[in-house]
């Protein structure tokens, strides 16, 4: 059974720093395209950064800042983000897709407020 576990939300102030991880069960990275969505409250969901293989994309708000990475021998895929803003704050996703496969999980919470 396939799984993508998001972990490491939370309440930051501006300026701080937090690190989610995303943990996979059920297939390896190997082929597919690895990615971290947030959605803000009446906001769509937007694309942050996407890894697969020694490729890596970030949205144009969050370069410079934040971090995208994998460990393979623990099958879990990171975001670090640091000088966080108040526009920052969302629900983020990870999703795995590969062919017709698209896989997400369920998502947490950033907040990012003095």
């Known amino acids: 059974q396939v799984q993508l576990v998001e972990s490491g939300g939370g309440l930051v102030q501006p300026g701080g720093s937090l690190r989610l991880s995303c943990a996979a069960s059920g297939f390896t990275f190997s082929g597919y395209v690895m990615s971290w969505y947030r959605q803000a409250p009446g906001k769509e969901r937007e694309l942050v950064a996407s890894?697969?293989?020694?490729?890596?994309n970030y949205a144009d708000s969050v370069k410079g800042r934040f971090t995208i990475s994998t460990n393979n021998d623990k099958n879990t895929m990171y975001l670090q983000m640091n000088s966080l803003k108040p526009e920052d704050t969302a629900v983020y996703y990870c999703r795995g897709q590969r062919l017709q496969e698209d896989y997400w999980g369920q998502g947490t919470q950033v907040t990012v407020s003095s």
């Open positions: 890894i697969t293989g020694d490729s890596l």
